[in-house]
Nanobody, 124 residues
Framework: QVQLPESGGGLVQAGASLRLSCVAS????????MGWFRQAPGKEREFVAA????????NYGNSAKGRFTISRDNAKNTVYLEMNSLQSEDTAIYYC?????????????????WGQGTQVTVSS
């Protein structure tokens, strides 16, 4: 079982930035594609960003394009989500996920392991 504890969430004002981190347990991190999803109260879970294994090619959901950056450090077993120009609509629980089959996916069903989530609250 792969553990994916997230960190870096918190309460910020609109326009601020946050960097989320997710450190994977085990020794196979470089073979996983990684993703970030979020779920706001009363809404379905939404794809935010993903990054492929290997070359680390990113892919972004519409809400993240131009403001968020996903990256990974295989030496540290860590995936990051840099979030800039945060708005109240970004308030949600953010989840880290790891997939073992394929190269990259925006579909949550493609992911095998999930973190517990970290709360991001943006006040306007």
């Amino acid at each position: 079982q792969v553990q994916l504890p997230e960190s870096g969430g918190g309460l910020v004002q609109a326009g601020a930035s946050l960097r989320l981190s997710c450190v994977a347990s085990g020794r196979s991190f470089s073979t996983y594609f990684m993703g970030w999803f979020r779920q706001a109260p009363g809404k379905e879970r939404e794809f935010v960003a993903a990054i492929s294994r290997g070359a680390g090619v990113p892919n972004y959901g519409n809400s993240a394009k131009g403001r968020f950056t996903i990256s990974r450090d295989n030496a540290k077993n860590t995936v990051y989500l840099e979030m800039n120009s945060l708005q109240s609509e970004d308030t949600a629980i953010y989840y880290c996920a790891a997939g073992t089959r394929g190269l990259l996916s925006p579909n949550e069903r493609a992911y095998d392991y999930w973190g517990q989530g970290t709360q991001v609250t943006v006040s306007s």
